[in-house]
């Protein structure tokens, strides 16, 4: 026989932490993926990737609050915001890591590369 009262409340404990895993993965920002400015603003500082709405190349940048809490978009080292050089970022997206050789590889031989 079992414990039909027990195995529900363990299968909703699963469920519960099962959607709350699902919820948290589909939050996090994806690999390649473009995050709309109007849903989430990035890290101030970090460098990104940018996308304009006026303009068909992406290129990279950041994003850098001021001291009355707004902020403004830059392109990567500049002291402009894009916004005063007429340019108009709708979204954005994490850097991919540089590369780099192959773990397994020893100190030696990465400094011949």
């Given at each position: 026989m079992i414990d039909e009262k027990r195995l529900i409340r363990e299968c909703e404990e699963r469920l519960l932490v099962g959607t709350n895993v699902i919820k948290m993965i589909e939050e996090r920002p994806k690999i390649c993926e473009w995050i709309p400015i109007a849903e989430k603003l990035p890290e101030p500082g970090e460098y990104i990737l940018l996308s304009f709405e006026n303009y068909t190349l992406a290129d990279i940048g950041r994003y850098e609050?001021?001291?009355?809490?707004?902020g403004a978009?830059?392109?990567?080292?500049?002291?402009?915001?894009?916004?005063?050089?007429?340019?108009?970022?709708?979204?954005?997206?994490?850097?991919?890591?540089?590369?780099?050789?192959?773990?397994?590889?020893?100190?030696?031989e990465m400094l011949t590369l």
């Open positions: 609050k001021d001291e009355d809490d707004s978009f830059y392109l990567g080292d500049e002291d402009e915001s894009c916004a005063s050089i007429n340019l108009f970022v709708n979204a954005w997206m994490p850097l991919p890591k540089p590369y780099r050789p192959d773990d397994s590889m020893e100190a030696e």
